[in-house]
């Protein structure tokens, strides 16, 4: 294998040139806090999540205007000074930022004497590097990565991953500027893409218009009419913008991975798509997050999921094949045992669904409810909730919540206490009344939003290192809750309280996460949820700890939607994906809200869980049966197919695989996967016939 070292900064001419063949160099020695890994695991072990664009204000949240314009001695602004910088041979320079002998050699490897031909352009765009993670990162460490010119070791092609776009001022230049950006963006539109090498300048002009100029420019610069004759070098041609499309890849799966950023879920799948057609190598990665002190995203999924195009043919797509395009974990993930946790106030009757854990919120018992005057807590309803769970084989977990007009000088229950010392002498009275009996404590629900907790950060903060202090390890103790739909709320305020939490010696036993999607969204878009609270945890340091995802449902109203109804069938199925999900993504509990049990119908939700919701009822059983003791081995998804996860039966029994589409049906051929298939609503099982399923957005079990 070949080692090459990728480093930022790209550059473009604004001259005609055809792409070379792709060149590679000897490694030299590899400079310390750098890796070395193979071309097509630098891509699968991506971290993926969907981008966090709040607070984003352009090329300023990583360039101030004025560090861009500041002058050398000679003259020169940041841009000509990294234009100095990248220089193959460095030009003489003069007042007036004049350069005179320089050599610069460009992403696509025309040589280039004259710097005024040059811009510098980014291989990830200033909001998706935003958006993927570098929202966190402290200011310095912003523009570290936007004005580093280190490049590697290659001495024909400009090699890198992290670029500058410097703010343009004229329109020529703002047009060739969005070349890069241009080409990152149409290298994942596959289609557009594919159509490239097989058109004529005309022809491709005409199709870029939707795109803007810019596009038939950069399209002109890689097929240049003069240079290289488009019609007659088809295949020539094709080859090179695929060898191109491997370059931008592996420099955007090395920068993703030097300065520990994130890729969205369908730039990996398209990143993996491509690198199924590439030559596999060997690079070396500087990882600069260690050199900048950066806390890296870390992968969202504990399994991670392979994609695929799927595999037609006259028995349908099949399910082996795009499950073996990543391997299976040797051991697997284990299912936890107490996965499943339901909402159920005890006045409400018995669930009517197996749980491990009730959650105690909405429940009859908040801290106003029990403590309505100073010092008089009733705790005959608690005593009675706890005794229910306790029944039916389930723990409890207890949410601190809704303060009492007595503590909070007469507002409502979303306003803090005036000290934390009322809500911990509440605690201590809770813990000496039932002990252990409260197996788990919660601070507070959803303390970034203000409809909940209306104090600072920093106040919760304190009264979570409080109750930590106070339970001394009797009851676990989970951080506050926070929703994760709202965005703007959940990156400053959470964010926020993990900082707080960081500086007083991260005071938690685990963290809460409320993965509610819009109400048009379902289990799907939920990942995009789990995935960037784990993003936000990493991005602020926060230790590994469980997490437990502690309201769920589909369909509720807010942030400018309506609440959607949603019919038993369907809310089955999407109880049968998030738990799925859950353990995917490596959440250790996930509490479904709610069983309302005696109430009925509850319209504040999308989904029900009552007596009059069988499917959903048998759905949840089976599943939770069927999970007990298993490990999932490895996920995959096709867009012909839908989603598989494969799991290693509980105590060495034979392994079976869960199969499911995004919406509507898909015949899914099944050879190698196994010869029955399994209702889960009815666990009624079958022979496979003719190696074919047909399977739905309800899962299918396959062994």
């Known amino acids: 294998m070949i080692n090459k070292v990728i480093r930022?900064?790209?550059?473009?001419?604004?001259?005609?040139?055809?792409?070379?063949?792709?060149?590679?160099?000897?490694?030299?020695?590899?400079?310390?806090?750098?890796?070395?890994?193979?071309?097509?695991?630098?891509?699968?072990?991506?971290?993926?999540v969907d981008p966090i664009f709040v607070g984003y204000k352009g090329t300023q949240s990583f360039i101030p205007k004025e560090v861009a314009n500041k002058k050398d001695k000679f003259g020169c602004n940041l841009r000509q000074r990294m234009i100095i910088d990248l220089a193959t041979k460095k030009p003489k320079v003069s007042k007036g930022c004049k350069m005179k002998g320089g050599v610069w050699t460009t992403e696509f490897g025309a040589k280039v004497t004259k710097p005024a031909n040059l811009i510098i352009a980014p291989v990830m765009p200033y909001k998706d590097a935003w958006g993927q993670g570098a929202f966190a990162w402290t200011p310095e460490q912003r523009l570290a990565w936007a004005t580093n010119t280190k490049v590697?070791?290659?001495?024909?092609?400009?090699?890198?991953?992290?670029?500058?776009?410097?703010?343009?001022?004229?329109?020529?230049k703002a047009e060739s500027a969005n070349i890069r950006q241009l080409m990152y963006n149409s290298f994942f539109n596959q289609a557009f893409l594919d159509f490239l090498p097989?058109?004529?300048?005309?022809?491709?002009?005409?199709?870029?218009?939707?795109?803007?100029?810019?596009?038939?420019?950069?399209?002109?610069?890689?097929?240049?009419?003069?240079?290289?004759?488009?019609?007659?070098?088809?295949?020539?041609?094709?080859?090179?913008?695929?060898?191109?499309?491997?370059?931008?890849?592996?420099?955007?799966?090395?920068?993703?991975?030097?300065?520990?950023?994130?890729?969205?879920?369908?730039?990996?799948?398209?990143?993996?798509?491509?690198?199924?057609?590439?030559?596999?190598?060997?690079?070396?990665?500087?990882?600069?997050?260690?050199?900048?002190?950066?806390?890296?995203?870390?992968?969202?999924?504990?399994?991670?999921?392979?994609?695929?195009?799927?595999?037609?043919g006259a028995s349908g797509s099949s399910a082996a094949q795009i499950l073996s395009d990543y391997p299976a974990a040797s051991s697997g993930v284990p299912v936890p045992g107490d996965a499943?946790?339901?909402?159920?106030?005890?006045?409400?009757?018995?669930?009517?669904?197996?749980?491990?854990?009730?959650?105690?919120?909405?429940?009859?018992?908040?801290?106003?409810?029990?403590?309505?005057?100073?010092?008089?807590?009733?705790?005959?309803?608690?005593?009675?909730?706890?005794?229910?769970?306790?029944?039916?084989?389930?723990?409890?977990?207890?949410?601190?919540?809704?303060?009492?007009?007595?503590?909070?000088?007469g507002k409502p229950g979303n306003y803090a206490p005036r000290t934390n010392e009322s809500?911990?002498?509440?605690?201590?009275?809770?813990?000496?009344?039932?002990?252990?009996?409260?197996?788990?404590?919660?601070?507070?629900?959803?303390?970034?939003?203000?409809?909940?907790?209306?104090?600072?950060?920093?106040?919760?903060?304190?009264?979570?290192?409080?109750?930590?202090?106070?339970?001394?390890?009797?009851?676990?103790?989970?951080?506050?809750?926070?929703?994760?739909?709202?965005?703007?709320?959940?990156?400053t305020n959470y964010g926020d309280y993990l900082d707080q939490l960081k500086s007083l010696g991260w005071p938690v036993d685990g963290y809460s996460v409320h993965s509610y999607p819009v109400a048009s969204a379902g289990p799907v878009e939920r990942v995009g949820e789990l995935g960037q609270f784990k993003t936000l945890l990493a991005l602020h340091g926060a230790p590994v700890k469980p997490i437990w995802d502690t309201e769920l449902n589909y369909g509720l109203a807010g942030l400018g939607e309506g609440r959607r109804a949603i019919d038993d069938a369907t809310g089955a199925a999407y109880i049968a994906q998030s738990y799925i999900q859950s353990i995917q993504y490596g959440i250790d509990v996930t509490y479904w809200y709610m069983w309302t049990g005696t109430r009925g119908y509850f319209d504040l939700l999308g989904a029900q869980l009552d007596p009059a919701t069988p499917i959903s009822i048998a759905v949840w059983n089976n599943l939770r049966g069927l999970l007990s003791g298993a490990r999932m081995t490895r996920c995959a998804e096709a867009d012909d197919v839908g989603f598989a996860c494969q799991f290693a039966g509980a105590g060495g029994s034979a392994p079976f695989t869960l199969l499911w589409t995004r919406v509507g049906t898909s015949e899914v051929n099944v050879k190698g996967i196994g010869s029955t298939v399994c209702d889960l609503v009815t666990n009624q099982c079958l022979p496979v016939t003719n190696n074919t399923v047909t399977i739905g957005m309800m899962p299918v079990r396959v062994s």
């Open 152 to 172: 590697s070791t290659s001495t024909t092609r400009a090699k890198a991953v992290t670029n500058l776009q410097v703010t343009q001022t004229l329109v020529s």
């Open 340 to 409: 499943f946790g339901v909402h159920a106030p005890v006045d409400w009757g018995t669930p009517g669904v197996g749980t491990s854990w009730v959650r105690l919120w909405d429940a009859g018992v908040s801290w106003a409810q029990m403590e309505p005057t100073q010092g008089n807590i009733d705790f005959t309803k608690l005593r009675a909730s706890i005794e229910s769970a306790e029944s039916y084989g389930a723990r409890v977990l207890y949410v601190l919540g809704d303060t009492p007009a007595w503590a909070n000088g």
């Open 198 to 312: 097989y058109q004529s300048m005309e022809d491709l002009k005409y199709y870029c218009q939707p795109y803007s100029v810019a596009c038939a420019l950069g399209i002109a610069i890689v097929y240049s009419e003069t240079a290289n004759k488009l019609a007659a070098n088809i295949e020539e041609n094709a080859a090179n913008i695929a060898n191109e499309r491997c370059e931008l890849m592996i420099q955007l799966a090395a920068n993703v991975t030097g300065w520990g950023l994130s890729v969205s879920p369908e730039t990996l799948e398209t990143m993996r798509a491509v690198g199924n057609n590439c030559a596999t190598r060997s690079y070396s990665v500087v990882l600069e997050w260690q050199l900048q002190n950066i806390s890296p995203v870390l992968p969202t999924t504990s399994v991670p999921t392979s994609s695929a195009a799927g595999a037609g």
């Open 8 to 48: 930022p900064i790209v550059l473009i001419a604004l001259v005609a040139a055809t792409l070379p063949a792709v060149t590679t160099t000897t490694a030299q020695a590899a400079p310390a806090n750098t890796i070395t890994v193979g071309s097509k695991e630098l891509v699968n072990n991506l971290p993926f």
């Open 423 to 491: 809500a911990l002498n509440f605690i201590t009275a809770l813990k000496n009344e039932f002990g252990s009996r409260i197996a788990a404590y919660e601070v507070w629900n959803e303390g970034n939003l203000q409809t909940y907790w209306d104090g600072t950060q920093g106040q919760l903060a304190l009264l979570t290192k409080g109750m930590k202090d106070v339970l001394g390890g009797t009851s676990m103790l989970l951080a506050a809750s926070t929703g994760t739909r709202a965005t703007n709320a959940f990156v």
